[in-house]
Structures are given as structure tokens and as C-alpha cells.
């Protein structure tokens, strides 16, 4: 069955500090990779998508992705964090379009200023 | 705001009673999906429709059903509920096209079952 890790549980950064959150997927075939963020009290968010192509995708907000196929894995990035990034990041993946997401267990993200 | 509208908000209710979620897509979606979020289980796929046909299950329990209406608005039915099925319940929906497509989430109903 498909899984997701995401190795951090919660991650506390200084305001300016660089971000990278660790995402590895366990399904051998094709994938598409998203990262979802939730600020508290609200819905979740698309931060980012991988389909196909350049393995290093650019999301909103200044976030990043980079998929590594032969590592299963699909990091987030952000080269400086602000006060406003706090909020719990979750990575998800699919093995086709128009199928359920597999979910990592979340990344609570707390930013101080 | 992501298009995907979900009522109610909060639901406190007791244990063994029965309640309804819904759940509205955005507009041309045909997809729509139902997950739980929970403290100890995370975000858990339950339920997908697709133009009104179920399409795939989850870790669905058989106290729960769904449906989705030919305006294509599904609703979540939870019954005999049980202290453990306090969660949070998303619904998402998707254009389920064979293209890549992603899942637009709605703003979710807190469940407390007491």
C-alpha cells in the first residue's frame, strides 16, 4: 500500500531562516506529489503540484519542491520563512489523476519573530 | 476561498446519534472526496463519487455512508456515533478528468461527539 512520511513533526525556525521539509513516498509506479498547507482554522491550501517535467517545482508563497524519483522523495522549501508561515504542512501523493490523496502525518511549521 | 462549501461548521452531538455532513463542489467538479482528519490518525481518505456513482472507498467504516445527488452536492451520513469518531471531516472535490487534476478542500465540519 501506498504511504507517506514526513520525518519532521514539528519544525521551529527564526524569522529569515531557511526552510526544507522532508517528504518520501512508498509506490513504485508514477506519481503525482503535492504539498497542502493549513493555517490554523482553516481549510487546506495547495501550496504546490508535481505531475510531469522539471523536477523542481515552484509554488506559491515562494515555496519550492524539488522531486528526487530515485529517492522517493519530494522536499519543501523556503529559502526565508516569515511569522505568517506558521501553519502545519502535509505532503500528499497520488498514483493517478482523479484518485484519493495519501497524506504524511504533517509538518507543524512555527515561525517566531 | 476555494469554491468547495461544507455544512455545518461545528456539530456537537452525542454518542449514538446519527448526523448528516454536506458538501457542495465547485462548480464544474465532478469529483468529490471525503476525508477525515484526526489527531491520532492524520488525514484519512474515506470516500470518493464521481458524477453521482461511488468511485472508490477508504477507511470507511460501515457506520458510514455517502452519497452524491445528480447537482452533484454529496453528503456524509455518520451513525451510532461513537466518542472516537470526533474529528474533523474535509470534503474535496475535484474536475476527475484523466488530465492531472488536484483536489480543491472545503472548509471542513468539526465533529464532537460527547
Known amino acids: 500500500a501506498q504511504s507517506v512520511s514526513q520525518h519532521n513533526h514539528h519544525v521551529i525556525l527564526s524569522e529569515a531562516a531557511s526552510l526544507e521539509l522532508g517528504c518520501n513516498y512508498s509506490?513504485?509506479?508514477?506519481?503525482?506529489l503535492f504539498w497542502y498547507v493549513q493555517y490554523p482554522g482553516q481549510h487546506l491550501q495547495l501550496l504546490l503540484k508535481?505531475?510531469?517535467?522539471?523536477?523542481l517545482v515552484k509554488g506559491i508563497k515562494g515555496f519550492e519542491a524539488e522531486f528526487i524519483k530515485s529517492k522517493f522523495s519530494f522536499n519543501l522549501r523556503k529559502p526565508s520563512v516569515q511569522w505568517s508561515d506558521t501553519a502545519e504542512y502535509f505532503c500528499?501523493?497520488?498514483?493517478?489523476?482523479?484518485?484519493?490523496?495519501?497524506f504524511g502525518k504533517g509538518t507543524t511549521l512555527s515561525v517566531s519573530s | 476561498d476555494s469554491g468547495v462549501t461544507q455544512t455545518p461548521k461545528h456539530l456537537i452531538t452525542a454518542t449514538g446519534q446519527r448526523v448528516t455532513l454536506r458538501c457542495s463542489p465547485r462548480?464544474?467538479?465532478?469529483?468529490v472526496y471525503w476525508y477525515q482528519q484526526s489527531l491520532d490518525q492524520g488525514l484519512q481518505f474515506l470516500i470518493q463519487?464521481?458524477?453521482?456513482?461511488?468511485?472508490a472507498k477508504g477507511n470507511i467504516l460501515e457506520r458510514f455512508s455517502a452519497q452524491q445527488f445528480p447537482d452533484l452536492h454529496s453528503e456524509l451520513n455518520l451513525s451510532s456515533l461513537e466518542l472516537g469518531d470526533s474529528a474533523l471531516y474535509f470534503c474535496?472535490?475535484?474536475?476527475?478528468?484523466?488530465?492531472?487534476?488536484?483536489?480543491?478542500f472545503g472548509p471542513g465540519t468539526r465533529l464532537t461527539v460527547l
Open positions: 474535496a472535490s475535484s474536475e476527475g478528468t484523466s488530465g492531472p487534476d488536484e483536489q480543491f
Open positions: 509506490y513504485g509506479g508514477t506519481v503525482n
Open positions: 508535481y505531475f510531469s517535467g522539471d523536477p
Open positions: 500528499a501523493v497520488n498514483h493517478q489523476a482523479g484518485t484519493a490523496l495519501i
Open positions: 462548480s464544474g467538479d465532478l469529483s
Open positions: 463519487y464521481y458524477n453521482g456513482e461511488e468511485r
